[in-house]
């Protein structure tokens, strides 16, 4: 299966010296806590992952519509859909 949202990728991957102090804004509004970051790849907000209490880069795809994330841990590039549910 393809995914057909890939032209909602406005950013490139971030490089690692971007992502050294970086935080979930949302968790931290709310006094929360994350395990991983994940980038948006439309709009650059950072957010929380799925294995974390708030969920906050899902919250923001399906609020906003921005289906394509990226990891925003040191040493990882990947992107992933969360439409298709699928990395691309």
């Not at 970086?22 to 006094?31: F, L, P, R, S, T």
Request: charged content about 30%; overall charge negative.
């Amino acid at each position: 299966m393809r995914c057909d949202h890939r032209d909602q990728i406005k950013l490139d991957l971030p490089g690692d010296d971007a992502k050294q102090d970086a935080v979930c804004e949302a968790c931290q509004d709310i006094g929360g806590t994350w395990v991983h970051l994940r980038m948006c790849m439309t709009c650059g907000k950072i957010g929380c992952c799925d294995d974390s209490p708030n969920r906050h880069a899902r919250a923001h795809a399906e609020t906003d519509g921005h289906p394509i994330i990226t990891s925003y841990e040191v040493g990882e590039r990947w992107r992933y859909c969360f439409i298709d549910n699928k990395l691309v």
